[in-house]
Every structure is written in structure tokens, then in C-alpha cells.
């Protein structure tokens, strides 16, 4: 899959002018365990559409467990309950799975300036890359090693660089 198309299947925008407006306000909303990034910039944030019934927003969590997802149904309803649509159901959908490739490069940008180390693009041309490991994004190095599975929630693990010392979460691949 090349960029352009992982962007389309990530952030399928709307065409229709008010579920793009709609869509550009519930991609406001942070997520509630890593605050720097939207739902839009991990690619959470699936479909908009406006029906007789009122709006229907489509979300596919991270993980099918994730503790999260309450709290993103109820921070995309509040917004848009703000800018006057009180009809909204938020829907969760499971298939096709999140894959880390529907990150926004803004995201992964976002993630290393919080000193959260991203995942890498991990398909190209439907080809699983193994990377060259984990960057340490204190310093830049790549002399480091995962000290436990699970970081500070279950799609992190939690790594220390050997260089600076430094221990970090680093968003997994997936």
C-alpha cells in the first residue's frame, strides 16, 4: 500500500460539505490516554455521515478492549452537542482492524515531541517491514531495549535507551 492510499483508507474524509464539517469538529477530540494526538491523528476517527435520524460517527479503537473508547464516545458527542447537533450516535467499529499505518505522520511527529516513541510504517506494498528498532526519542539513538511488554496502557511498551538512560513508551506497532 503506498502513502496516498493509507491516508484514504486512514482519513476518509467526507465529500459532502456538512459531514466534512462535522467530521473537521469530531477530529478536534484528544485522545484521553495520549492528550497530544486527535482521534483523527491515529486514525481512530472512521466515518461521519448525516442521516434522517441524525449524525452517525464511526470510531475503531486501537485495541477491541480499549478503556478509552467510552471516554472518546462521550468527548465526540459532547462537541458536537456544542456546535448544536444533539442527534449523535457513535458507533464502534472492529473490522477492519486499527493498524498503527493509519497514523498521521503529524501524529507520529506529535509523539516524539512528547517523548513517546512512534511506530514505523509497517507495510509497503502489503509487505511487513521489520524496521531497523526502536529510535529512543530523547536522544536519537537506536541502542535500545523493551523492559516490559506493556507500558503506561496496553498498546505502549516500555522501553529504556542504553545510550542516555532514559526509559520511554514506545506506541507498538501493530
Not at 9 to 22: G, N
Not at 49 to 68: E, K, L
Not at 113 to 126: F, H, K, M, S, W
Not at 143 to 149: D, I, L, M, Y
Amino acid at each position: 500500500m503506498n502513502t496516498s492510499t493509507i491516508e484514504q483508507i486512514a482519513r476518509p474524509r467526507p465529500a459532502d460539505a456538512l459531514e466534512r464539517e462535522l467530521w473537521d469538529l469530531a477530529a478536534t477530540v484528544v485522545d484521553p490516554e495520549v492528550p497530544v494526538l486527535t482521534i483523527e491523528d491515529l486514525g481512530v476517527l472512521r466515518s461521519v455521515r448525516v442521516t434522517d435520524r441524525g449524525i452517525i460517527v464511526q470510531i475503531t479503537p486501537t485495541y477491541s478492549g480499549c478503556p478509552a473508547v467510552d471516554a472518546m464516545r462521550d468527548d465526540i458527542t459532547a462537541v458536537l452537542a456544542g456546535a448544536g447537533h444533539t442527534a449523535v450516535t457513535v458507533q464502534v467499529v472492529l473490522a477492519p482492524a486499527w493498524t498503527t499505518d493509519w497514523m498521521s505522520q503529524s501524529g507520529r511527529d506529535k509523539l516524539e515531541e512528547y517523548g513517546i516513541a512512534p511506530p514505523g510504517l509497517r507495510r509497503t506494498d502489503g509487505v511487513v517491514s521489520l524496521g531497523l528498532g526502536v529510535r529512543c526519542p530523547h536522544c536519537g539513538s537506536l541502542h535500545t531495549r523493551e523492559a516490559s511488554r506493556f507500558g503506561s496502557t496496553s498498546c505502549k511498551a516500555l522501553y529504556v535507551c542504553q545510550r542516555c538512560q532514559e526509559p520511554f513508551d514506545y506506541f507498538k506497532e501493530h
